[in-house]
């Protein structure tokens, strides 16, 4: 019989991210003109802005801190949030004096991060949970002994709206390697991962892909990935709009 107190078996348990990172700060350059006068993240699909279809999810799996970054436009995004935010707590991380992409943009939150595993979401995918919600399926997974970062995949063959050849190669306990130059590979990245604040350890400075970190911890057998059990579109382009809208109209 478990004897210990039940507070200290629910901490032992309770592995889902209390905080998130919504990469909202990109210049939007595939999705023109709809980004000539509105940052991509508030471009509508199916009726709503991309980030709320994004704060949705977190919301629904109970994640109540968010840290936005912002750039292109960045007043418009940020009066979109004290709108639209509703019961989440969010904090913007200001990258106005230069674009700093997904790597750096983190390393510049880093602060607002805490010191526990945390989810980052990229505004310009969505998806829909399926029979396992991804986010809770993302913590269920989480390793912290082996992995610096977990990542949510999709196979090539349901990723709507992408046009990539994959990203990685995943072996039978779900660590990850590249795709080969000219090769293809079975599994695309959802813009969506659960990452340790080791990954962010003597990071470069300045503007920098997380591709850096993912290569350090691929090297180090630390870069895992989970399949997802939903729908994921990527809605990069005007023209993946009409298509992403199509698909969840047909239910």
């Not at 709108?83 to 700093?100: K, N, P, T």
């Not at 949510?152 to 990203?167: E, K, M, T």
Request: aromatic share 4%.
């Amino acid at each position: 019989m478990n004897r210990k107190p039940l507070a200290l078996r629910v901490r032992q348990h309770a592995r889902m991210p209390t905080i998130a990172m919504v990469m909202a700060a990109g210049l939007g350059k595939r999705m023109r003109p709809l980004t000539a006068s509105r940052p991509k993240p508030l471009v509508e699909v199916a009726g709503k802005a991309l980030i709320d279809h994004s704060l949705d999810r977190l919301r629904a799996a109970g994640i109540r801190n968010v840290v936005i970054n912002v750039h292109y436009l960045a007043d418009a995004l940020e009066a979109h949030l004290r709108r639209h935010a509703g019961d989440l707590d969010v904090m913007v991380s200001d990258e106005r004096d230069g674009l700093l992409e997904t790597g750096g943009g983190m390393v510049k939150a880093r602060a607002h991060l805490g010191d526990q595993p945390f989810l980052t979401v990229n505004s310009d995918n969505l998806w829909i949970d399926g029979p396992i919600d991804a986010i809770n399926l993302l913590a269920e997974r989480w390793d912290d002994t082996t992995m610096d970062a977990l990542l949510l995949l999709v196979p090539q063959a349901r990723a709507h709206g992408h046009n990539g050849r994959g990203d990685f190669h995943m072996d039978a306990v779900g660590r990850l390697i590249r795709r080969k130059t000219g090769r293809v590979a079975p599994f695309v990245f959802t813009g969506v991962q659960l990452v340790s604040p080791r990954l962010l350890d003597n990071a470069p400075e300045g503007s920098f892909s997380t591709n850096i970190l993912w290569d350090r911890a691929i090297a180090e057998d630390r870069l895992y990935g989970v399949v997802h059990q939903g729908l994921w579109f990527d809605v990069g382009t005007p023209a993946a709009i009409p298509l992403t809208e199509a698909v969840l109209a047909d239910g």
